[in-house]
């Protein structure tokens, strides 16, 4: 996933591997005075049939109002292209996203990518591919595998997250929605750098582990328990593949997302000026939008992303290994068609889990 790393704080330089990229949430004990742990995130649960949890009416409107005011001026920053395919919204219907987290290490030097443990190979493949469905005050992801075995755009079959190479990015909103059947309304895309920034800017994102995840290839290797995790291992720890398949993947991604959600939202970031400012900064640098996306639509997003700290409903696209061509592949299966269908009526937003807000610290 590109532009997906998240860190305890901006320091001089980008974050490192090793001793200091993970901080285990401890009491201070001798040595010095204990330091207050940001709000442990909860395990995500897919547990359905709660609503997210809302602030107060006046602080949602002073919050939504700010943050509308900061995406406009965010949005005049923001690297935006064309992209073929998209929808138009329509009052009273969910807005969809498509948000991909590219592999492309091209605006990496070779000291990030050994820094990152991103290898220097890989073109411009889609790492991550969720779809964010907004309604009022409730959010649903939906995600697509990255080996889901598909017809794309141009009539060819293949990998879902080979369609960019066909043609950018219009091809793989063309490829989602004559899948789905759900119209995108708006793209977003991020890459490696862009996530790291995003989450050292909010000062890290707390994640409470039930095992020790170890990979040498992400250069992971996180203690179980709670810890902050910086950029470069948040990065690491939502691209590792060798302790699970592309489904755990895809939840600890959508875990993530979720934690990070709330540290965004929570009082550490919106009363701080500092992360502010850096989050303001980092944010329209990090991402590539299409052009669709202005001022409304930032604004509209953001909060979408902001309901999932309280919970929302999240979705695997359902599917069968299988090996066609002497490729590991992954096909929908028949209940494909049932989850597509929740999401095009809407019943995937009504359906929030059931588990208690992120407070991101």
């Not at 793989?172 to 490696?192: C, D, I, K, N």
Request: proline fraction near 6%; aromatic fraction near 4%.
């Amino acid at each position: 996933m590109s532009g997906d790393s998240f860190g305890p704080a901006m320091r001089g330089g980008r974050p490192r591997r090793g001793g200091g990229a993970v901080r285990p949430l401890r009491k201070g004990t001798g040595g010095g005075p204990a330091t207050k742990s940001p709000a442990r995130a909860r395990p995500s649960r897919t547990r359905r049939h709660a609503r997210p949890a809302r602030w107060l009416g006046t602080a949602l409107v002073v919050v939504a109002v700010f943050l509308a005011g900061l995406a406009g001026w965010a949005t005049l920053q923001l690297d935006t292209e064309s992209v073929d395919g998209l929808a138009s919204t329509r009052f009273g219907e969910p807005t969809n996203v498509l948000i991909v987290g590219s592999d492309s290490r091209q605006d990496m030097t070779r000291e990030e990518q050994l820094e990152l443990s991103t290898g220097s190979e890989g073109g411009d493949l889609a790492d991550t591919i969720i779809l964010l469905s907004m309604r009022g005050n409730d959010a649903a992801l939906l995600a697509f595998p990255r080996d889901l075995y598909v017809e794309r755009c141009d009539g060819s079959t293949g990998r879902i997250n080979a369609s960019v190479n066909i043609r950018g990015p219009s091809c793989l909103v063309e490829t989602v929605s004559a899948l789905s059947g759900l119209p995108v309304h708006h793209y977003l895309e991020t890459r490696f750098l862009g996530f790291v920034d995003i989450v050292d800017a909010v000062g890290g994102v707390e994640l409470c582990l039930d095992q020790p995840i170890a990979d040498r290839r992400a250069g992971l290797d996180l203690p179980e328990g709670c810890q902050v995790l910086d950029g470069a291992d948040a990065l690491g720890y939502v691209r590792v593949r060798a302790i699970d398949d592309d489904f755990g993947r895809m939840e600890r991604q959508q875990r993530f997302l979720g934690a990070l959600a709330g540290r965004v939202a929570s009082p550490s970031t919106l009363v701080n000026p500092i992360r502010l400012t850096r989050l303001a900064h980092s944010g329209p640098q990090a991402v590539t939008a299409s052009d669709s996306v202005g001022p409304l639509a930032m604004a509209r997003i953001g909060w979408g992303v902001r309901s999932l700290s309280g919970g929302a409903t999240t979705e695997v696209v359902p599917a069968n290994p299988a090996t066609i061509g002497g490729a590991a592949v992954l096909e929908p299966s028949g209940e494909a068609a049932q989850v597509f269908e929740r999401f095009r009526s809407g019943a995937a937003l009504e359906e929030a889990p059931d588990s208690d807000p992120i407070d991101g610290g």
